[in-house]
């Protein structure tokens, strides 16, 4: 079966760019992305290509020579259903805010909406491609959905999560590790899981596309996350270590990370992880252990999750008992609100909780980052409801100029490893700033003997002062 036409439900940071790859690399398949936001897809379409929703190096060129051809943004989700061969699913899957699995379980609602539309407007058979990130188990719901509401049509379910991060989502894109398709065991399962490995084989060599079970790709992505989020978490513990140890937690990173059995990525100590993905993954994870009565596999799992809360409140604790212990009236910076650097994405971001908690303690904070709104900013604190709307405006301010940032600060944090942080002349910063004057590295970002010898009194997370 050669797939001809593509339909992708979901044009956020997964569709976008992921459609944006398959269209670049297969000028024979028509790609359709659809999604019921209005102002998502106006930007999607927008006459300036620098405009796309998405903050991703190198995504908007590829946008550029794609869009118009056989790359097209729209809401008619209906007319994209009813012309594609293979529907992409890549919508939101957020913790659910309500009811059974409060704050733990996948929220499936956009999920199944998708599905019952699909049913409804199908009227040719469709092999139905889940790239959102899913409970194990999801594709046996969703083929409930499609066989009990469908016009009679066959629907082939594949799994195919998305393993690109943000940032460096079109070099992951172009390079992935791996490609994973989960198919049923029949013959239409395999010809369905066939006809998504010929989309891919036009530029991923053959050998770095994996076909499993379903089941096993599905559970494969939370594993994935899960793995990776525990070797931040397990790194950023011994970070705390090291502080009273006068261990620094780089070098202990270098030295473990030279086992080729361990590995040297992702052991890179910070103020805690955020993201729109570690957190949300490993709670659905620890909460399907838990609907099957396994507690100490949720509760192994669920650990990750405490020690990054941890993290990020010992963080902002330290500001406070370093500037003796009150930061009531003071002005404090922060440095950087995405969630990492090369990204506008603020989902989950640590620097959230960070502001969060200065303001609670009556902080006078400043925000300057170089890509993330001040829109996007306030809607991040209005979120967390820990206070009224004006007050988060009234108390916490947005610059766009890193000078104004510090201009008579008391203290300086790093919350993004931005690249540009690392140019700043930090001397001018210094002279800017209220003396004693406290740089919070919370990346392990800056040269440390430099600050020091300008005279900054420095904190970074994984080393004692
Ligand atoms: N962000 C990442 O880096 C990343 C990476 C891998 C996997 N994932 C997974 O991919 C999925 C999507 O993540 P995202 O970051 O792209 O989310 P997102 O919120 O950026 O985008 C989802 C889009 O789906 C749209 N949508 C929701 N319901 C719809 C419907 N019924 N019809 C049409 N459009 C609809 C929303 O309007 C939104 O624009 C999630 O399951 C996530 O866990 C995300
Ligand atoms: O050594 C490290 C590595 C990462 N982080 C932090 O961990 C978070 C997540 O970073 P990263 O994984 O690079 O970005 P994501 O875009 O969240 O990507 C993750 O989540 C995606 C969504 O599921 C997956 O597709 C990716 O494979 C997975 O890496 C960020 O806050 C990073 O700053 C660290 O603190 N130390």
Redesign the pocket.
Known sequence: MKIKNICCIGAG??GGPTMTMIAAKCPHIKVNVVDINNDRIALWNDSNVDNIPIYEPGLSELVGQTRGKNLFFSTDVNAAIHQADMIFISVNTPTKTYGVGKGMAADLKYIELCARQIAAVATSDKIIVEKS?LPVRTAEALRSILDNTGNGVNFDILSN?????????VT?LLNPDRVLIGGEDSDRGRAAQQALVDVYANWVPKKQILTTNVWSSELS?LT??AF??Q??SS??ALSELCEVTEADVNEVARAIGSDSRIGS??????????????QK?ILNLVYIAQTYGLNEVADYWEQVIIMNDHQKRRFAKKIVKTLFNTVSGKKIALMGWA???D?N?TR???SIYVADYLLNEQAEVVVYDPKVTSEQIYSDLDYLGTRSHEENRRLLKVVKNPLEAVHKAHAAAIL??WDEFKHFDWEIIYNNMLKPAFLFDG?ILLNHNELEDIGFNVYTIGRGE
Request: hydrophobic share 40%; with cysteine; charged share 30%.
């Open positions: 940071y997964v990130t999560p998305e393993f690109l991060a943000e940032g460096t989502a992951d992505k994935a996350n990776l989020a070797r931040v790194i950023n990525k992702f052991l890179k100590a910070s103020v805690g992880f955020g993201g729109s993905c570690f993954d969630f990492k650097k990204t994405d989950e971001s640590a993004t490893e990346r």
